[in-house]
């Protein structure tokens, strides 16, 4: 089993920061991709940003010279900085990993969610 645990989600004023940690744990051999994905109310689950094992990096053009994504490989983890948020950033997030784990089984999976609400 693989778990995905999310964290940093809140509150922020238009033009503030925020902060997203994904740390996955569980039976896995190699985690491939990691990134982050949101849904606003009413609308389908997009993209933000996603990060390859090689180090390669995917960004939505929406996220693009004010979002940061990074993964500490050692800790199994994702990050998002978010700045200069706007309200259209008001979204859940959610943690993504395409991960093998152990029994050489290679799977999707997603974090809960994390609220991020942007006021103007």
């Known amino acids: 089993q693989v778990q995905l645990v999310e964290s940093g989600g809140g509150l922020v004023q238009a033009g503030g920061s925020l902060r997203l940690s994904c740390a996955a744990s569980?039976?896995?051999?190699?985690?491939?991709?990691m990134g982050w994905y949101r849904q606003a109310p009413g609308l389908h689950r997009e993209l933000v940003a996603t990060?390859?094992?090689?180090?390669?990096?995917n960004y939505a053009d929406a996220s693009l010279g004010r979002f940061t994504i990074s993964r500490d490989n050692a800790k199994n983890t994702v990050y998002l900085q978010m700045n200069s948020l706007k309200p259209e950033d008001t979204a859940v997030y959610y943690c993504?990993?395409?991960?093998?784990?152990?029994?050489?089984?290679?799977?999707?999976?997603w974090g809960q969610g994390t609220q991020v609400t942007v006021s103007s």
């Open positions: 990060v390859a094992s090689g180090g390669t990096i």
């Open positions: 993504y990993a395409d991960i093998d784990d152990t029994y050489r089984s290679r799977n999707i999976y």
């Open positions: 569980g039976s896995i051999d190699m985690i491939n991709v």
